[in-house]
């Protein structure tokens, strides 16, 4: 980071604020297209949250510019970004763009990665996302209160060449704990939530409101874009009526494919695009039901069809499938392997989680060894290895990982992904590029988890 660029960025910025005009700049800095920095800012900060329509309570959250989700930053593939975070909280913060292959000094690990932004300082984030696709950003310090508090925010980097749909949609889906008088209960990190499955909340908000209807149109095609933000919530998504294709996983597009049994299978940080082709009837109803634990069936949506005629008479008969994203290709025959066990757990003898031994704990610091050593360039086949019984979906920071088979068997579609779910015992086999140096980070993206030991760092030279 240029500091002198810092400093004066930050100077004009105080001038900008002192005469009000901050928003309207942002707004004509991030319209405008072509080569030239997309600049934005995002205040990590106190806020409310109305979760529950406006006449409920409100829920103290700390939120990005106080609003939950934070603000959907939609940036162009190939355009730098220069995005200044500022830290209007009491304590430290980072943020980190999870899923972008960037530059290891802008993946916001505290220690590892930069300092921490203390409270009321800035740091700019600069980047120039190679992939489309939708992504999100989160705090990486403190991450299990911070994130379990309300900041995180979906980040889309759009193709370069617009998608033919007729509608683009997100669901940001948020999981919270809260209390009867809706506020966030207290109780983070407790070690029966550690030991288990994390801090599973009791109130799914899907763009930051309680389930409600999705208009839609008989006829239409949507991509919709679901974003799993829960610190441990797994959900499986049945939609009523409808064959949802999946198009992409964590922003990178796979080949379409219905999902296995009909199930959308979405653990905390993932991401997956489908297109969905409005088959319903008009002025139908229909129910999008997550049903991942047993007994616990909910309904988190409802797609609410209009009583308007079909907006095509037959539906469209191709499935769509989006470009790909410029990936470096793993060369299998020449790989290094390296083989990650995940241990511990409540049935593993203890409350501690480990990764080959070694308990990791916290959300970054200075401390960390790396626990392998890649060579730039070189293809790592990485074997993870689940020992517990547990659920973790596994995150990799800095790269996309082409999951090549799920317990010996091969896994189709040419799916990528930076992060994989376990389920107790899986073993997975994935493989990716090692072109970007840097130390980064493997972890589980139950926070809980990761906070107690399931997290590891590796270095690429
Ligand atoms: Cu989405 Cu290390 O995190
Ligand atoms: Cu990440
Ligand atoms: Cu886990």
Redesign the pocket.
Known sequence: MDTDVECQFSRRKLLQVAAGIISTTLLGAGSSRGSEVDERELKATRGRANLAGPDAPWTAVWAYDGTVPGLTLRVQQGRPVRITVENGLDEDTTV?W??IRLPNAMDGVPGLTQPPIKPGESFIYEYTPPDAGTFWYHPHANSLVQLGRGLSGVLIVEEAQPVAIDRDLLWMLQDWRLSADWQIAPGFGSVMDAAMSGRVGNVVTVNGALPADQPVKAGERVRLRLANASLARIMALRFEGHRPIIVALDGQPCDPHEPEGGRLVLAPAMRIDVLLDMQGKPGKRYAVVDDFYDGLAYTLATLAYDIGPPLRAYPLDMPLALPRNPLPEPDLARAKRQEIVLQGGMMGGGAAWAINGISMTGDGHSAMMPQFTLERGATCLLTMRNETAWWHPM?I?GFSMLVLTRNGSPVPNRQWQ?TVLLAPKDTIECAFVADNPGDWMLHCHVADHQMAGLMTVFRVT
């Open positions: 980190h999870h899923g995150h920071h930076d």
